[in-house]
C-alpha cells in the first residue's frame, strides 16, 4: 500500500502545474481523497478535497478557483491541476486518503513545489 505524489518541481510566478498521486494498491472507492500543503515553519493546511460516492469538492480560501482537484479511478489517481501559482504557494505537497466510512487513513510522502517570484 502506498500513495506516491509526483508533478512537483519549480515553476515561475503565474504558472501551472499539475500534480498526481498513484494510489498503489488501493481503491479510491469510499474515499475521501485530499491534497495538503506545508511550507518551513508553517502547519500543515488542506488544499482541496474530493468525496468520491458524492463527487463533493472542497477547497481551501486561498485557492481562490486556481486549483481543481479531480480523480481517475481506472488508473487510481488523484489530480491537482495549480494555475496561476504564486511564491506563497510554495510548500511540499501531500496527498491523503480517508475512508468515507472508517478512520482509516493514508498519507502519501509529499512532493516539493517551489515558486519563483
Known amino acids: 500500500v502506498a500513495l506516491v505524489e509526483s508533478g512537483g518541481g519549480l515553476v515561475n510566478n503565474g504558472g501551472s502545474l499539475r500534480l498526481s498521486c498513484l494510489a498503489s494498491d488501493l481503491s479510491l472507492n469510499n474515499k475521501i481523497m485530499s491534497w495538503w500543503r506545508q511550507a518551513p515553519g508553517k502547519e500543515r493546511e488542506l488544499v482541496a478535497s474530493?468525496?468520491?460516492?458524492?463527487?463533493?469538492?472542497n477547497y481551501g480560501d486561498f485557492v481562490k478557483g486556481r486549483f481543481t482537484i479531480s480523480a481517475d479511478n481506472t488508473k487510481a489517481t488523484v489530480y491537482l491541476q495549480m494555475n496561476s501559482l504564486k511564491p506563497e504557494d510554495t510548500a511540499v505537497y501531500y496527498c491523503?486518503?480517508?475512508?468515507?466510512?472508517?478512520?482509516?487513513?493514508?498519507w502519501g510522502r509529499g512532493t516539493q513545489v517551489t515558486v519563483s517570484s
Open positions: 474530493l468525496t468520491s460516492s458524492s463527487n463533493v469538492t
Open positions: 491523503k486518503l480517508d475512508s468515507e466510512y472508517t478512520t482509516w487513513k493514508f
